[in-house]
């Protein structure tokens, strides 16, 4: 999401099928951002509904890069900065930093998450088991398209709507708190 969408909470919600090409779009934020960081990081991910082969999705590649403690997010945050990154903070998920992007494409979200913490785990572990469970994918792309026809200009109430899609699933790991 760009710093100008980021502000404007009545843009459009769009749903589409999964598209083959996203692994690649998130090759190319790889290509872009990797050398950059790539000393500091232990990971580079590719999370969210984009990163789920067969899932809908909007169109934005989510992305954590993975840092050993605050220390080296610090530092990364700071290489981001000249790539166009602005530090958002971490809006309610300690250990979890976030960005609005640079104006560039492919639209991404990219947050900084320190090894361990609950939101990297979270991530993660969604991604993981909708990876595994195809039953699973089919039910969130149903919620999702749902909700962006109900929710289209409301991003909240459409994050909201899959609150407790997620929370059952995260809910079968322990995940939910630390």
């Not at 250990?95 to 492919?106: L, N, T, V, Y």
């Not at 939101?119 to 909700?147: C, E, F, I, S, W």
Request: proline share 6%.
């Amino acid at each position: 999401m760009s710093q100008q969408e980021g502000q404007n909470k009545t843009s459009k919600i769009v749903v589409l099928n999964y598209d083959p090409t996203w692994p690649m779009y998130f090759e190319t934020l790889r290509a872009k951002i990797w050398p950059h960081v790539s000393d500091l990081c232990l990971g580079f991910e590719h999370i969210g509904s984009t990163a789920v082969p067969g899932l809908a999705a909007k169109p934005i590649i989510d992305v954590d890069l993975i840092v050993a403690d605050e220390a080296a997010a610090s530092q990364v945050i700071a290489r981001l900065k000249p790539l166009g990154y602005v530090h958002r903070g971490e809006l309610g998920v300690a250990g979890r930093h976030a960005f609005f992007e640079p104006p560039s494409r492919p639209p991404h979200h990219l947050y900084v998450c320190i090894e361990g913490s609950l939101g990297l785990r979270n991530h993660l572990t969604l991604r993981d088991h909708l990876r595994r469970h195809p039953a699973a994918v089919q039910g969130y792309a149903m919620l999702k398209r749902l909700l962006a026809i109900h929710h289209s200009e409301n991003i909240e109430a459409y994050v909201d709507g899959k609150t407790s899609f997620i929370v059952e699933i995260l809910s079968q790991y322990d995940l939910l708190n630390d």
